[in-house]
């Protein structure tokens, strides 16, 4: 027996307008398993649907399907093979890109990353926890993976009250993966490293940042070297920098491993950095600015904004004219608008005009579900200085 629960009329609107979730306060009378698949029914018992319940997360149901559906293992593999043929057709030049980008792919909570013969899964739900051991052997049929690992440390599993453990499902996962992104080779610890091992949602603003780069490039928050080592072949120089000293290890090695000699990592605070550099005015051609999420919540929106204006300020100074800066957010709860509006008050106080020449955002194997905000976090923008 399916356990249902119903919801009221607010979370039924909520439905509505296409958002896969419902909130604890609009349940009525919550009975179930945790993490169990349930009917869920309106406020006269009409049938909505069925979803992923959630006993502890204040997000209590992720939609999973409208109306009558039998959820069993072929409608997983559906599923599944839906999002998987999708990057398929993408033809993307890599062999490291996302499969699985949760809601948007209709199977939330759900993040699956393919890097070359292996697969990194995250379940950040209740629900996809339960389902992994079903999904699994899916996946491995779907892809021919040799090997998957579950990165399920990220801390959004606290809030499920799942613990957080890394641990192979299936096969054996090296700690060092070959991963190519264009003519790009990296060496990638899925174990150990950021995400799951690299930010694969920049991938395409690496490319577009290539077609701008010349002269002198830095590189600010390279990690293991994404947009540096991209932009390596058409600067002179390339500068890199990030406070880990890991980053900085690999990012040095990523470079040797490509045979590029024109780029030097720097172990520093990019805040303190570009302090240093203040008297640098004009020094650089091509900056990139790949700040971690400021915002990780409402309440450090204010302190984020101060932050991204301040970066973006400084760098904008140290351009050249005629000089081009890739700056990004990955704050969800910094949205576009709130965005482009700190990079112009950055462009009025350091007196500097600017041209918008791209307005871009996460690659397009993190595709955005339309209705569903917190899909779309990433933004990038291509600026020019013009004097
Ligand atoms: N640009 C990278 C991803 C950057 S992720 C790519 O394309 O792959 C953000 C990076 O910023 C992380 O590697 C983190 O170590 C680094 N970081 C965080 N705070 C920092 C700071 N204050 N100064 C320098 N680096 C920082």
């Known amino acids: ?19 896969p979730w419902i909130y604890r306060s609009d349940l009525r009378d919550p009975s179930a398993g945790p993490g169990s698949i349930v009917r869920v029914v309106g406020p006269k018992d009409r049938l909505l649907g069925q979803a992923l319940y959630s006993d502890r997360s204040q997000i209590a149901l992720r939609m999973i399907a409208r109306g009558e559906a039998v959820i069993d293992a072929a409608f997983w593999r559906a599923r599944l093979a839906a999002a998987i043929g999708f990057r398929n057709a993408l033809g993307l030049d890599a062999t490291a890109y996302r499969l699985v980008h949760g809601e948007a792919d209709l199977l939330p909570s759900l993040i699956v990353d393919r890097y070359g013969d292996y ?33 399920n440390d990220p801390r959004v599993r606290l809030l499920e009250g799942l613990e957080q453990t890394v641990q192979a499902l299936h096969g054996e996962v090296p700690e060092a993966i070959e991963a190519t992104e264009g003519p790009i080779t990296y060496m990638v610890d899925p174990w150990h490293g950021q995400k799951t091992g690299l ?11 290539a077609r701008y780069a010349r002269g002198r490039v830095l590189d600010c928050f390279s990690y293991n070297g994404g947009f540096g080592l991209r932009l390596a072949a058409a600067a002179d120089r390339v500068e890199a920098l990030d406070s ?39 020094r650089y051609d091509t900056i990139v600015l790949d700040p971690p999420a400021f915002a990780k919540n409402k309440a450090s929106v204010q302190k984020a904004l101060a932050g991204y204006k301040q970066i973006n300020l400084r760098v904008l100074r140290l351009l050249a004219p005629g000089g ?17 509006q700190v990079v112009y008050e950055a462009s009025v106080d350091s007196h500097v005009p600017v041209t918008v020449v791209e307005k871009r955002m996460q690659g ?13 976090y990433l933004k990038c923008l291509v600026l020019r200085k013009l004097s």
Request: glycine fraction near 6%.
């Open 244 to 282: 880990s000293a890991d980053a900085v290890a690999r990012i040095t090695e990523n470079a040797r491993r490509n045979g590029i000699t024109n780029l030097e990592a720097r172990e520093a605070n990019v805040f303190d950095e570009l302090r240093h550099l203040e008297r640098e005015a004009g």
């Open 1 to 19: 027996m399916i356990p249902t629960i119903r919801i009221t009329p607010r979370g039924e609107d909520r439905l509505r307008s296409a958002h």
């Open 364 to 376: 397009r194997d993190h595709p955005v579900l339309l209705g569903v905000p917190e899909t779309y």
């Open 324 to 340: 081009y800066l890739v700056t990004c957010s990955c704050s969800y709860n910094v949205d576009e608008s709130m965005f482009a």
């Open 199 to 209: 930010f694969l949602d920049q991938r395409e603003n690496r490319e577009a940042a």
């Open 119 to 151: 697969l990194v899964v995250q379940a950040l739900s209740q629900g996809m926890d339960r389902l992994l051991p079903e999904l699994v052997p899916i996946l491995v049929e779907l892809t021919g993976a040799r090997g998957v690992l579950a990165r």
